[in-house]
């Protein structure tokens, strides 16, 4: 079974920065593709970014574009997602993912194409 946990979340101002951590357990062959999602209040889960760890292939959704990078220490077997220039509309819970259940790279923004999900970690930006 595939275990995800999420660290680093926290509140900032307007144009600071956080780095969110995810450590994953498991069948490495279960977490090839690794994701960030996140939900704002009264929005659907929206997905921010994601990987494929064995190429290093990124994808990123528009609204982060520039801001965020994704990334994944093969070492320490730990996903890394750096926000920058963070806005209030950034305010979510952001979700660890992997496990994807249909093909990459189509179909990583569908919250249903991901089997584990970590518990989620604030991010809270202050106008």
């Known amino acids: 079974q595939v275990q995800v946990v999420e660290s680093g979340g926290g509140s900032v101002q307007a144009g600071g920065s956080l780095k969110l951590s995810c450590a994953a357990s498991g069948p490495s062959h279960r977490r090839v593709y690794m994701a960030w999602f996140r939900q704002a209040p009264g929005k659907e889960r929206e997905g921010v970014a994601a990987?494929?760890?064995?190429?290093?292939?990124?994808r990123y959704a528009d609204s982060v574009k520039g801001r965020f990078i994704i990334s994944r220490d093969k070492v320490e077997k730990t996903l890394y997602l750096e926000m920058n220039g963070l806005k209030p509309e950034d305010t979510a819970v952001y979700y660890c993912?992997?496990?994807?259940?249909?093909?990459?790279?189509?179909?990583?923004?569908?919250?249903?194409?991901?089997?584990?999900w970590g518990q989620g970690t604030q991010v809270t930006v202050a106008s």
């Open positions: 990987i494929d760890t064995g190429f290093d292939s990124t």
């Open positions: 993912v992997t496990g994807l259940l249909d093909t990459w790279p189509r179909a990583w923004v569908a919250p249903s194409a991901w089997s584990f």
